[in-house]
């Protein structure tokens, strides 16, 4: 009993090692002899007049691999025949793939694809006794990493909304860098988003300021001329070049309003002096200015009124008017008369540059070039949390290359810094405009003043 219990024990060593050897063998003899490797895969990205993509052209290159002494080492493509390409759109079965034959090429170029989409390679070929060799599956969807390995990766694909010129990716797609906002943060993508609307807000209400704040919508001026036109930021030199004779010139209502003043002011030196004394009578010059102004003045500037209609079209027009319509209820009140026809041409004045203002929206471009910076700033300090905060998981999960470590962390503040140059640039851009139209208006105003004062003080 004890000599079948020994002999037991003994057998049963031998027979595991039997079983490992057969074990080894079969894991051998069940590797094949070669293994097909796809290398690479190339894409050119093909996009319409708004930088938008449309196709996409993939080459594929591959080796050969031969299993030697237990392991696979490069070989002569030609030891395998008839290689074929295999492509499918969204489906890693294979079921219905498209083929293209090769001969003993080791690339092949797949031309006119859709962007967008998830398409799946593969590469097979036999040998001279006509076994089959396959690649592994490996993948490729525009905007996104390609993958050499049968995983399947399932990551979103890049929306085509982000395509269109609303979106934040828009003007980084013209840029060339669609590849920033599709790595940011959702915060990230939002900022690019808010402030490329910034910047079409900013369009929008500049195109406004260029409309309402045309100098011939302002002043009484005749058509452009070519130095009107070769000079659009001089102001002086465009209102030397087209005012209006009407209005402005020698026969004009600003220069008869002058003459019915100059008409007043004759009055001082034909009235009489006190008996004794070289001071005016004022008694006696009141009744002569109420007179001339019943008998001359009211009817001179009762026709200015009706000739200056015309030009009511115009904000200046409206200021003149208002100081016409006051002098003509108080010019008899020569004493009296200037201070109230300034008080109402200054506050005509007022009231049209606030309207213009409200036209024009100018206070939203600077707004928007306050806040635009702002939201960049916003965006990178976000982008730059999670740059960290994506370090962090790598310790954790017990990576310690600090090389990829410092990579990680640089890329995610590259892209992180792009909302804050976007946001800057856009700042400048619309506070520059901002500036622009504020001269313009500060210019209008000071020039709607030199042509009161030039009335005004001869009362």
Not at 120 to 147: C, H, K, L, M, T
Not at 324 to 333: D, Q, W
Not at 429 to 441: A, H, T
């Amino acid at each position: 009993m004890n000599r079948n219990a020994s002999f037991m024990k003994g057998l049963l060593p031998l027979t595991v090692l039997f079983l490992s050897i057969i074990s080894f063998v079969f894991s051998v003899n069940a590797q094949q002899k070669f293994n097909i490797q796809i290398d690479s895969i190339d894409r050119t990205v093909y996009k319409n007049f708004l930088g938008i993509p449309k196709t996409v052209d993939f080459i594929l290159s591959w080796r050969v691999l031969e299993m030697q002494d237990g392991k696979y080492i490069d070989t002569d493509l030609n030891k395998l025949k008839n290689y074929e390409v295999m492509y499918t759109e969204g489906d890693s079965t294979f079921a219905q793939a498209s083929t293209i034959r090769v001969g003993q090429l080791d690339s092949c170029k797949i031309e006119g694809l859709k962007v967008g989409k998830k398409y799946f390679f593969r590469v097979q070929a036999v040998d001279e006794n006509n076994q089959i060799y396959q690649s592994q599956v490996a993948w490729q969807q525009p905007g996104r990493q390609v993958n050499l390995s049968s995983t399947i990766d399932q990551d979103e694909q890049t929306s085509w909304l982000w395509y269109l010129p609303v979106s934040g990716r828009f003007p980084l797609t013209l840029l060339g860098y669609g590849k920033v906002f599709d790595k940011s943060t959702f915060l990230g993508k939002m900022a690019f988003h808010a402030i490329w609307w910034f910047l079409l807000f900013g369009i929008l209400t500049i195109s406004y300021n260029f409309f309402h704040l045309t100098l011939s919508k302002i002043f009484p001026f005749t058509p452009w001329n070519l130095k009107s036109i070769i000079t659009p930021l001089n102001y002086e030199a465009q209102f030397q070049q087209r005012k209006d004779s009407k209005f402005f010139g020698e026969g004009g209502i600003i220069i008869r309003w002058q003459k019915v003043i100059e008409s007043v002011e004759k009055l001082f030196e034909k009235t009489p002096r006190m008996e004794g004394d070289k001071s005016i009578d004022i008694d006696k010059l009141r009744i002569e200015s109420a007179t001339f102004w019943r008998d001359v003045g009211q009817k001179k500037i009762k026709q200015l009124e009706d000739d200056i209609k015309e030009f009511r079209k115009y904000p200046t027009g409206r200021i003149i008017g208002a100081g016409l319509s006051n002098h003509e209820t108080n010019g008899f009140k020569f004493m009296e008369a200037s201070e109230e026809v300034d008080r109402a041409i200054e506050n005509r004045a007022l009231m049209e540059l606030e309207q213009l203002k409200g036209k024009t929206k100018i206070e939203w471009l600077w707004n928007l070039s306050a806040t635009a910076p702002l939201i960049g700033l916003f965006g990178t300090v976000t982008g730059i949390s999670m740059a960290f905060q994506r370090l962090a998981a790598q310790s954790e999960r017990g990576i310690v290359d600090t090389a990829a470590k410092i990579s990680e962390l640089a890329g995610g503040i590259n892209e992180a810094l792009w909302t804050t140059i976007f946001g800057l640039s856009v700042g400048i851009i619309l506070v520059m405009f901002y500036y622009l139209f504020k001269n313009k208006l500060d210019w209008i105003y000071s020039k709607w003043e030199q042509i009161y004062v030039d009335v005004s003080e001869k009362l």
